[in-house]
């Protein structure tokens, strides 16, 4: 299943050379799967549980600017017992401008630690 989000490039996303910061396509990264996450799940299951960023991957194809709409696309890819891969592609129109790999681990909102990813979780996505 693939997750499509809609963002616009702001002026704070510019650094000083004039084109999108790095960070904030990483934050863009951690958007989209935010996104995906509040549009698949309950609120209970929001309630209950939260996802951290175990690692992170990215490769820079492309620049983008100020005012430009560009796409995220997201899916994922393989889970564990308590973790899931996670691909992201950001797109101006039809050019790439970066690819990303994450690996995310569930946690309990009540421990704050580690949880078991339930089939019917995984099923959401």
């Known amino acids: 299943m693939r997750f499509w989000h809609v963002f616009n490039v702001s002026a704070v996303d510019i650094d000083e050379q004039g ?53 995220a696309v997201t899916w994922v890819g393989e889970w564990s017992k308590i973790t899931c891969e996670r691909f992201v592609e950001i797109y101006r129109g039809q050019d790439l401008l970066v690819k990303s790999r994450t690996v995310w681990c569930l946690i309990s909102k009540k421990s704050f630690k580690p949880t078991r990813i339930s089939e019917d979780l995984k099923k959401l996505f």
């Open 19 to 71: 084109h999108v910061n790095n960070v904030a396509f990483v934050s863009y990264v951690q958007d989209v799967a935010v996104a995906h996450w509040l549009a698949e799940t309950t609120t209970e299951q929001q309630e209950e549980y939260s996802w951290v960023m175990l690692r992170h991957e990215i490769d820079y194809k492309k620049q983008a600017f100020e005012g430009e709409e560009i796409r």
